[in-house]
């Protein structure tokens, strides 16, 4: 499902979605709009573009979807071939304009614009320690204060080493695009929770957060951001400079981008989305198939995993069928978002309709990408059996959610979370399937060829690669020491 259509669910949802681009002569501000355009499933809070025009920053926000927040007007007065923008859910900071993005500030040590996707561990300690400093903050985002903190570095160093001194000082998940004056850079946390990459399109590079809005630009997928790069984009278009700045034994890739968060047609981490969950499909059957007469996703992102899972029991000689037998209603949209159970269960029915003669006298199997509260997937078990099947099973292409994430991901709290105190059983019988089974943590680190111990797993384990506050680690991590003024970077 896109995030949208899972907030509307009660399921997670997504973070942030970044960009920013240098080009030779061409205005910045309508690519930046096609491209956050691509990647509005990551954020529908609000959308904002800022372009340099080489002697001043140009700043377009709005609250709302990217269509709704720029005109032909705002567009035009978006000056400059260097920008950067953003799309917005929010996670830190309050859900109003004044969190809204790219932060833009000028300092004494030069303009700034900042896109921020991810979430801070210890924003709280380091704008406290800079609001004693003198530093006045108007929001209460964790992306001013990476602003401030890199402002008041750039007066002592030049932009690489301010930017280490700054990276060495927050703690948490972050990709960010930055703007320092004309020069566009972008940044990957030192464990590479949040995806980046570089693409090349005819008349200079961009950054962002996933490859499909490259894709729209006709450009060309360079590579990903590494976990603790710096690059820095050259101005008029001509290349770009990398600086491994930190190096971590492990990284912590969000195991939940490829699963669920991301377009399938964007590469992630030298991964297709579309490919990884086509095999966590294939891994599903591997693991609990169940012989059933039709195989079923629920749209949209169920869909990958079905049709892997379907195409693996083909392989192994089941007589299984793969239809799509719930029809998605596109037009349930913000309007109807309430955040309590009725309206979320009445959301379900208005978005997701069965066809009968699929599934009447038959027996289903669902598949979907996860299970957060337990509603939807209640109400899904319910509708099919409301119109005439036999018997519902559920296939999850995730392990159990059963912690909440504290890196920028919405996935409801502990005490909602149906996972987090109930066995697979327990919730099979709650939801009341016939069968369920989610897929083993072993398997997603398979499907990502990836180790187990470069990904995060916060949400399925319970264990973290941040320190986070009443929270156990599951790696060698220690949060900075903030509340004096911080040693300079090293070379
Ligand atoms: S806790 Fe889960 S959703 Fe959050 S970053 Fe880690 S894997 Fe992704």
Partial sequence: MTGRDHRDLGGPTEKCGVVGVSLDERAAARPLYYALYALQHRGQESAGIVTHDGFQQHSHVEMGLVGDAFGEDDLDQLNGPVGIGHVRYPTAGSVNACCAQPFSVSFKSGSLGLSHNGNLVNADEIRDELAGLGHAFTSDGDTEVIAHDLARNLLEEDLVRAVKRTMSRIHGSYSLTIMHDDTVLGVRDPEGNRPLCIG??????????????????????????????????RPDGEGFDAYQLFDRENSAHCFFEHVYFARPDSTIDD????????????????????????????????????????????????????????????????????????????AVRLKLNPIKDIVQDRTVTLIDDSIVRGTTSTQLVQLMRDVGAEAVHVRIGAPPIVAPCYMGIDMASREELIAADRTTEEIGEEISADSLEYLSIESVAGALDQSRADLCLGCVTGEYPYDIDGETTDRDVERPTIGSEPAAADD
């Fill in 200 to 233: 090349e399109v005819d008349d200079g590079y961009l950054l962002a957060s996933e490859s499909a809005a490259i894709d729209v630009l006709d450009g060309e997928l360079v590579r990903d951001v590494e976990p603790g790069e710096l690059v820095i984009l």
């Fill in 271 to 346: 991964q297709l989305v579309y490919d990884v969950r086509r095999d966590l499909g294939r891994a599903l059957w591997a693991e609990s198939g169940v012989d059933t007469d039709v195989v079923m996703p629920v749209p949209d992102s169920g869909r990958a995993f079905a049709s892997g899972y379907a195409d693996a029991a083909g392989e192994d000689g089941a007589d299984v069928e793969f239809a799509e037998g719930l029809m998605k209603n596109r037009y349930v949209g913000r309007t109807f978002i309430m955040p309590t159970q009725d309206a979320r269960e009445r």
